[in-house]
C-alpha cells in the first residue's frame, strides 16, 4: 500500500521559511513525477514545483528565485524549501506522485504566513 505523508508545515513570520517534506512508503519516488500543490481557501489547487523522475524541475511563476524542491532517492522522500515566505503562500500543501495513469496524493499540510 502506497503511502504519501507530508510534514514541516506551520505558522511563520512573512520573510520566513519552512522545510516541507513529502515521505513516501510502499513504492520508489525516484520513478514518479513529484509535484508539490497548494490550495488556499477558496481556490482552486495550483501545482507549485515539480520534479520529474530524469530530474527535470519546474516552478510556478510566484514560486520562483524563492522555493527549491528536490528529492532523496535513498531517503524516499522529497523536500519543498520555501524562502521568502509572503502571506499569499498561505495554504495547504499537497504531494503528489504521477507516473502514467497512476497517482498518489498526501493528505496535505497546512503552511500559513502571518504577522
Known amino acids: 500500500q502506497v503511502q504519501v505523508v507530508e510534514s514541516g508545515g506551520g505558522l511563520v513570520q512573512p520573510g520566513g521559511s519552512l522545510?516541507?517534506?513529502c515521505a513516501?512508503?510502499?513504492?520508489?519516488?525516484?520513478i514518479?513525477?513529484?509535484?508539490?500543490y497548494r490550495q488556499a481557501p477558496g481556490a482552486q489547487r495550483e501545482l507549485v514545483a515539480s520534479?520529474?523522475?530524469?530530474?527535470?524541475?519546474?516552478y510556478a511563476d510566484s514560486?520562483?528565485?524563492r522555493f527549491t524542491i528536490s528529492r532523496d532517492n535513498a531517503e524516499n522522500t522529497g523536500?519543498?524549501?520555501?524562502?521568502?515566505?509572503?502571506p499569499e503562500d498561505t495554504a495547504v500543501y499537497y504531494c503528489n506522485?504521477?507516473?502514467g495513469p497512476i497517482g498518489y496524493w498526501g493528505q496535505?499540510?497546512?503552511?500559513?504566513?502571518?504577522?
Open 97 to 99: 506522485l504521477f507516473r
Open 32 to 36: 514518479y513525477i513529484m509535484g508539490w
Open 63 to 65: 514560486v520562483k528565485g
Open 19 to 21: 522545510r516541507l517534506s
Open 51 to 58: 520534479i520529474a523522475a530524469g530530474g527535470r524541475i519546474t
Open 79 to 86: 523536500y519543498l524549501q520555501m524562502n521568502s515566505l509572503k
Open 24 to 30: 513516501v512508503s510502499g513504492t520508489t519516488v525516484s
Open 108 to 115: 496535505g499540510t497546512q503552511v500559513t504566513v502571518s504577522s
